[in-house]
């Protein structure tokens, strides 16, 4: 079993409609769960960060995070063309510096 | 200003032939990290850095080798060891403990390797 799991996709949303991305890890221990996006040939960056369960909200973004069932989520309301990118999950594990990624899913939003 | 800075960019080798590369940072953090992403894929851990003079392997870190002589540095050799070194590398650091340690990671801009 992979520690961080995203489905790869692509998956694609029309333009303002509201795209939801998932993402289960292993590590029951985890502390911290990241969103960064990455556009194609550039480096990651982080869109939101997220500690404790329940929702946290910055602009249109909104992270979900449920301990015990051990996933997260990324929702991002009124999509945008510019949001097509691949967005991964990153999971701060028992071991306070050590951090994973998942696979990243692939975001295509249609005009 | 303040950041984190990889180079080469673009590097080429030749089977059997290793290479250094650079990952320099002022951002006075502590952790420092080394990933690997292969088209189409996410982020791979290689070598990973809290402290001077101290690292740990990550997931994937046959093949390669890493060292924290000063903060501001940490360097990753590709061996000719690593039997599929063509990738694009990611250089990453953080605040891993206090009152601002959010887990952030700070990325390079990446080098890309490519094995002739």
């Known amino acids: 079993q992979k520690e961080v799991e995203q489905n790869s996709g692509p998956l694609s949303v029309p333009e303002g409609a509201i795209a939801s991305l998932n993402c289960t890890y292993s590590?029951?221990?985890?502390?911290?769960f990241f969103w960064y996006r990455q556009y194609s040939g550039k480096s990651p960056e982080l869109i939101m960060f997220i500690y404790s369960n329940g929702d946290k909200e910055d602009g249109r973004f909104t992270a979900q995070l449920n301990k015990a069932s051990q996933y997260v989520s990324l929702l991002i309301r009124d999509s945008q063309p510019s949001d097509s990118a691949t967005y991964l999950c990153?999971?701060?594990?028992?071991?306070?510096?050590?951090?994973?990624f998942g696979s990243g899913t692939r975001l295509s939003i249609r005009p | 200003d303040g950041g984190i800075t990889q180079s080469p960019k673009y590097l080429f080798r030749k089977e059997g032939q290793n290479v250094t590369l650079s990952c320099e940072q002022n951002?006075?953090?502590?952790?420092m990290y080394w990933y690997r992403q292969d088209p189409g894929q996410g982020l791979r851990l290689i070598y990973y850095s809290q402290i001077v003079n101290d690292f740990q392997k990550g997931d994937i870190a046959e093949g390669y080798s890493v060292s924290r002589e000063k903060k501001e540095s940490f360097p990753l050799t590709v061996t000719s060891a690593q039997k599929n070194p063509t990738a694009f590398y990611l250089c990453?650091?953080?605040?891993?403990?206090?009152?601002?340690?959010?887990?952030?990671?700070?990325f390079g801009e990446g080098s890309r390797l490519t094995v002739l």
């Open positions: 990453a650091s953080s605040i891993w403990r206090g009152p601002l340690n959010t887990g952030e990671l700070f």
């Open positions: 590590d029951r221990g985890s502390q911290s």
């Open positions: 951002l006075n953090h502590d952790a």
């Open positions: 990153a999971v701060r594990g028992s071991s306070a510096s050590k951090i994973i």
